[in-house]
């Protein structure tokens, strides 16, 4: 996909996912045994298992809005809502970039870091010409594919 020159005011709100389903890092040996795991991404597994549990620390939700790399915006965190979050946040967004995507990431605030739980992607050809695109966008996994529970993410651009 070319990129392509998003210039102006982008103007975006992130309203809510439909319902959201995720692991709270158990499944580190179906992972493990799956595919080849890096020293790091299973040590950060086994620090989500013991430090973070939900148990623990109660969930705690964001989204942010990218324009491919560049972290642009970010909502406030949603606190034990796991199963349907509604931010419905506007943002104002100037830019001069050249991307191919919007990117909507879900994260989970841990006492260290975050989880990464999905993202969406919305096409910049989508708005590049003015138009308003209010949608549901699919919610992905580190590899691009869906994340169980067929969730979706209200937004519109």
């Not at 959201?20 to 795991?37: F, P, R």
């Not at 199963?83 to 946040?89: F, G, I, M």
């Not at 996994?141 to 169980?148: A, G, K, T, Y």
Request: net charge positive; with cysteine.
């Amino acid at each position: 996909m070319t990129p392509s020159l998003l210039h102006g005011t982008l103007y975006a709100t992130i309203y809510e996912i439909n319902r959201l389903e995720y692991g709270s890092g158990c499944n580190i040996l179906q992972k493990t045994l799956g595919t080849q795991m890096s020293r790091k991404k299973f040590l950060s597994q086994v620090k989500r298992l013991v430090l973070c549990r939900q148990e623990f620390f109660g969930s705690r939700l964001y989204a942010t809005i990218d324009l491919d790399k560049a972290r642009v915006g970010r909502t406030r965190m949603i606190e034990n809502e796991r199963s349907r979050p509604q931010w419905n946040e506007f943002f104002h967004i100037y830019c001069a970039h050249l991307i191919s995507n919007i990117v909507f990431t879900i994260k989970e605030a841990n006492p260290i870091g975050a989880t990464l739980i999905a993202r969406a992607y919305v096409r910049v050809e989508e708005i590049i010409n003015g138009n308003e695109v209010d949608k549901w966008a699919d919610l992905l996994d580190e590899d691009h594919n869906p994340i169980s529970g067929n969730s979706k993410i209200h937004v519109k651009l």
